[in-house]
């Protein structure tokens, strides 16, 4: 659904200084837990490896990066052992 | 405005809240029974809770000018405890008859085991039995898309089951393509964090259109802000959408998936 021109608001003026701001935080995060070296953990792994994702085009981006983030799996678990999620998928996690 | 808040657990919130959703121009609340961040001990703390929906919380809201409806189950976060659920299961028909009862929600899954889904699968016999309206819910993050696909299959199952009288909620980029496919409802939710902020579902909107899909904030005990849904309302305005398509999203769809049920009236 596109807005005819002379609807549509600028984008970029609306959303750049919120883009940059996230942009920031997103690196300040990966710079402090390295030097408190913590990038051993699986999240920050996958955060490393969604990062690719951003020079992607298609416009699939924020998709492509859930599915990444995903559970790959299909079947339904034995039992849950816990009830909260982490925000990325840990293989080694007891199923 | 005026709009609809589909999903908030006001049991979790306060007065003040309520002042906030009036002030704002909510006409009317629905409230999905959910998990209260701990197990409930027995049956018995289910049946004060259903109370509390169906009592106490109506006329709460009723303080503000907002009508409020509901919605009974046993969470998924609940039901490893087997029997716990198939004795609350047995309690939620005598609820369904109440006047602000519009069916049977959030059901679903949380971490996607066996045991979750063989008390989905019982809350969907029993909608099915009591020609219900389901609310679904979706698991969290790195397990919503597997829960997601799992949900439709186990709805599908179910022959009976009307899609247009189901609403799949929590849905995210990844997976409002195939709630939306299988002739479902989407439900978006506005968190600060773990779904979706206004700017992705007004993205979402734009991708997939405004038919069979709401917005909520699914208010509760965690971060999460009741005022979200007309502060995405907002953000659809500073884009450029007219005020119509806002007030389609924001009022007309609610209130056409739970008019289906015809105790619903706004």
Request: proline share 5%; net charge negative.
């Amino acid at each position: 659904m596109k807005l005819p021109p002379e609807q549509q608001a600028d984008l970029v003026d609306l959303g750049f200084m919120d883009a940059r701001a996230k942009l920031l935080d997103i690196a300040a995060f990966l710079d402090r837990v390295e030097r408190h070296d913590q990038e051993d953990d699986y999240r920050v792994k996958d955060l490393y490896k969604m990062l690719s994702n951003l020079n992607d085009s298609g416009a699939e981006r924020v998709k492509n990066i859930l599915i990444g983030l995903s559970d790959p799996s299909t079947e339904p678990i034995a039992k849950a052992h816990t009830k909260g999620a982490a925000g990325a998928y840990d293989p080694e996690a007891v199923l | 405005m005026r709009y609809i808040e589909p999903h908030a657990h006001m049991v979790s919130r306060t007065t003040d809240d309520y002042l906030k959703l009036a002030t704002a121009g909510c006409a009317a609340i629905s409230e999905p029974a959910f998990w209260a961040g701990y197990d409930r001990s027995s049956e018995q703390g289910f049946y004060d809770y259903f109370c509390h929906l169906t009592g106490f919380e109506p006329s709460r809201a009723a303080q503000f000018g907002i009508k409020h409806y509901t919605w009974m189950c046993i969470n998924p976060k609940e039901a490893e405890d087997m029997a716990l659920a198939d004795a609350v299961l047995d309690l939620i028909p005598e609820f369904l008859a109440k006047p602000t009862v519009l069916g049977i929600g959030e059901i679903g899954l949380n971490k996607n085991s066996r045991n979750e889904l063989d008390i989905l699968e019982k809350h969907i016999q029993l909608a099915e039995d009591h020609d219900q309206l389901i609310l679904v819910h979706t698991p969290h993050l790195e397990d919503k898309l597997k829960g997601t696909l799992l949900i439709i299959d186990a709805l599908k199952n179910h022959a009976k089951i009307d899609p247009c009288r189901v609403i799949i909620d929590h849905v995210e980029e990844h997976t409002v393509t195939p709630v939306l496919d299988a002739g479902f409802w989407a439900g978006m939710t506005l968190y600060p964090e773990s779904k979706l902020t206004a700017q992705r579902a007004i993205d979402i909107i734009e991708c997939y259109g405004n038919e069979q899909i709401w917005m909520n904030c699914a208010c509760d005990w965690g971060v999460s802000d009741p005022l979200a849904v007309p502060k995405a309302a907002l953000e659809m305005k500073r884009r450029g959408h007219s005020p119509e398509r806002v007030h389609q999203v924001v009022f007309e769809n609610p209130k056409a998936f739970m008019s289906q049920c015809d105790k619903f009236g706004v």
